[in-house]
């Protein structure tokens, strides 16, 4: 693998199911993140993790959790999703500093029933 | 007003001409600008990045910055079918912690028409 994977490519859920998406950089990154796209609207930053550890919140409410065990890996769990979560969750990696080039994985498409 | 504002389009221009895709942004301290290419159901990738006031070549791809009106241009010479994606600006300024926080327009969606 190489690159920024992401799994699943794609996932219905339910309002009251409660399911992960991971993503993993093969690139020796420090910084991972998690962005979220919906239909004409801008790509919105959700989350940032440096060094494994969480340095930005961007008001995303508590019904997604993020996790990074380490600066490979970073999960995004999720709990009692409302319709209007439906959107393409994209992961992202770089350098904490230097080039900041931020690398995208191809995205899970969330359908929230 | 938004962060950044982009035309959403959709722009159309024949194949082989001169494709000029345009972007504003309202923080005064963002320190670089990017441009993003989205294939339809596929992820950003990046195709050009600026720091500095002025013009930068990669190929066919030109990014022109000018911080004193807060815009910033992504020209692309010889357009070829290939290129029809949307294209999403970006701009961004320092977090404490040393790497770029993003921020991104909606996008311009491109149709080169053979």
């Known amino acids: 693998e190489t690159g920024v994977t992401q799994t699943p490519r794609h996932l219905v859920m339910g309002m009251t199911n409660k399911k992960s998406l991971k993503c993993e950089q093969h690139?020796?990154?420090?910084?991972m993140y998690w962005y979220k796209q919906s239909a004409k609207k801008p790509l919105e930053l959700m989350f940032v993790?440096?060094?494994?550890?969480?340095?930005e919140n961007n008001s995303v409410p508590s019904r997604f959790s993020p996790e990074c065990p380490n600066s490979s890996h970073l999960f995004l769990h999720l709990h009692t999703l409302q319709p209007e979560d439906s959107a393409l969750y994209l992961c992202?990696?770089?350098?904490?500093?230097?080039?900041?080039?931020?690398?995208f994985g191809p995205g899970t498409r969330l359908t929230v029933l | 007003q938004k962060e950044v504002e982009q035309n959403s389009g959709p722009l159309s221009v024949p194949e082989g001409a001169i494709a000029s895709l345009n972007c504003t942004y309202s923080?005064?301290?963002?320190?670089?600008f990017f441009w993003y290419r989205q294939y339809s159901g596929k992820s950003p990738e990046l195709i050009m990045f600026?720091?500095?006031?002025g013009d930068k070549e990669d190929g066919r791809f030109t990014a022109q910055l000018n911080k004193a009106s807060q815009y910033v241009s992504l020209l692309i010479r010889d357009s070829q079918p290939s290129d029809s994606a949307t294209y999403l600006c970006?701009?961004?300024?320092?977090?404490?912690?040393?790497?770029?926080?993003?921020?991104f327009g909606t996008g311009t969606r491109l149709t080169i028409i053979p």
């Open positions: 600026i720091y500095s006031n």
């Open positions: 923080d005064r301290g963002s320190q670089s």
């Open positions: 970006a701009v961004t300024r320092l977090s404490n912690f040393g790497n770029e926080k993003l921020t």
């Open positions: 993790y440096n060094f494994k550890e969480q340095t």
């Open positions: 690139l020796g990154h420090n910084a």
């Open positions: 992202a990696s770089s350098q904490v500093s230097g080039s900041n080039e931020q690398f």
